[in-house]
């Protein structure tokens, strides 16, 4: 790859990957455990003016999962509702940030009395359907017609926020999962280049341990995060992608020997000791500090975490790798993608056409002030830059040379099943962090759960 010009904007390999698949996968950026509710005000920018501004007093209620301050997203959502409020000063946008788990509880509380934020985040496909279907979202056809907005994004991205031809949301990113590692640690365990095999994995696992270096950061208090490493075993472990699609489609059961090698697997990493002590009760924003903090080797997540690592303190000592090989099986260049979470408007919002101006503002500008701040590796609009020139670090660079390899690959479990069979699987894997089961006994009870939730 020619470091001297690579342009960031998701490959057409990926959106092709991402439009064989059965259905989208939403994604965090930068988790934390605090809720805080603010008013944004301030910086100048004439280009923020979409319609002239009135003196009508407006104010937007933005739910967002942008919590920690160290990161570029949390900067790039404050400076564009500041930007915002200084075109337009009748409009206040209160920001409600949380980390993703609090936000998807709290959405569905406010779903119960149809009392959702002006401004929310959402995830594609299967757990943004329940909210469609009850009429809680506003479409935003009209919107994306406007400026040009919709061309922005890559082409297929926004099907998976559509529901009979009207789109209800409009994503943040486009990323596939990689495994993050810290080049320093590795060089003290005496590891001389990253695994390729889940064989090799496991060896550098001991080697990590052995130097008192937690192999693995996760927070698996929040249940994603062991089922997203769980879905690239089975990508492997199956040969390929369409697992899941085959259960759906009545081909396959969960009881499938590629389904049972993967439990295999996966509990073989938590008998090596790969994750850090107490992983269930700690968060995913907190999980992933330990690999930020430089106190973890290896770091299995979506590329939207690669502009919050250059923004930490092991800056310049990370690379990015495919997860390996599972007994011969699987190939490197097929991912776990993972289409972006994304902002939707509530359909009974008061201010509905403000609230779609400022909407309008904020995704239009977004792919330039997420490239400004150095965090445009994942987007799922295009952008058209040079990472180098631009002071982009190796490990973006990387990371988006790593885009230009995709093949293809599957997309999460809880976006792709229903949400019952969902939370089944996703307390399932997170009890593998605390007790050996029996793998076929695990495979059984996904497909009861699945059996009696078709």
Request: charge should be negative; charged fraction near 20%; proline fraction near 5%.
């Amino acid at each position: 790859m020619d470091k001297k010009r690579v342009k960031q904007s998701v490959t057409l390999a990926l959106s092709a990957a991402m439009a064989l698949s059965l259905a989208a996968c939403g994604n965090s950026n930068n988790n934390a455990n605090t809720s805080t509710n603010e008013a944004t005000k301030a910086p100048d920018n004439a280009a923020a003016a979409t319609t002239a501004p009135s003196d009508k007093k407006v104010t937007i209620t933005f739910q967002n999962i942008y919590p920690d301050p160290a990161t570029p997203a949390y900067k790039m959502i404050h400076e564009l509702s500041d930007e915002y409020h200084k075109a337009h000063p009748n409009v206040t946008i209160e920001l409600d940030t949380l980390n993703t788990d609090q936000q998807k509880v709290k959405l569905k509380t406010q779903a119960a009395s149809k009392e959702i934020p002006d401004i929310t985040i959402v995830n594609p496909a299967a757990q943004m359907k329940p909210f469609v279907d009850a009429g809680l979202f506003s479409p935003l056809n009209d919107m994306l017609d406007q400026n040009g907005l919709k061309d922005t994004y890559q082409a297929g991205l926004l099907d998976y926020y559509s529901f009979d031809n009207n789109v209800y949301a409009l994503p943040d990113g486009n990323n596939i999962e990689v495994v993050y590692y810290n080049k320093d640690l590795f060089a003290q365990a005496g590891i001389a280049a990253p695994p390729t095999t889940f064989d090799e994995l496991l060896q550098d696992v001991k080697l990590l341990k052995d130097k008192g270096i937690t192999p693995l950061a996760i927070g698996e208090k929040d249940s994603w995060t062991g089922s997203f490493l769980f879905m690239n075993i089975l990508l492997r472990t199956n040969g390929g992608p369409g697992f899941l699609k085959d259960v759906v489609d009545g081909k396959k059961t969960f009881e499938d020997p590629a389904f049972v090698e993967a439990v295999d697997a996966f509990q073989k990493l938590v008998a090596a000791g790969a994750f850090p002590d107490g992983a269930t009760s700690i968060d995913a924003n907190a999980g992933g500090n330990i690999f930020k903090s430089g106190k973890a080797a290896m770091w299995v997540i979506g590329t939207w975490e690669t502009g919050a690592i250059d923004a930490s303190s092991v800056a310049g000592k990370v690379g990015a790798f495919q997860f390996p090989t599972v007994d011969g099986k699987g190939d490197p260049n097929e991912f776990m993608l993972a289409p972006g979470s994304a902002f939707a408007v509530s359909a009974n919002s008061e201010h509905l056409q403000e609230t779609k101006d400022f909407l309008n503002f904020f995704a239009s500008s977004y792919p330039k002030k997420q490239f400004e701040l150095k965090n445009a590796v994942g987007l799922g609009q295009k952008v058209d830059g040079d990472l180098k020139a631009a002071g982009y670090s190796d490990l973006a660079i990387t990371v988006a040379g790593l885009f230009n390899q995709v093949k293809g690959g599957d997309l999460s479990f809880d976006n792709t099943m229903n949400p019952a069979t969902s939370q089944v699987h996703l307390s399932s894997i997170q009890n593998l962090f605390v007790q050996k089961v029996d793998s076929a006994s695990v495979a059984k009870e996904h497909q009861t759960a699945f059996e009696a939730n078709k």
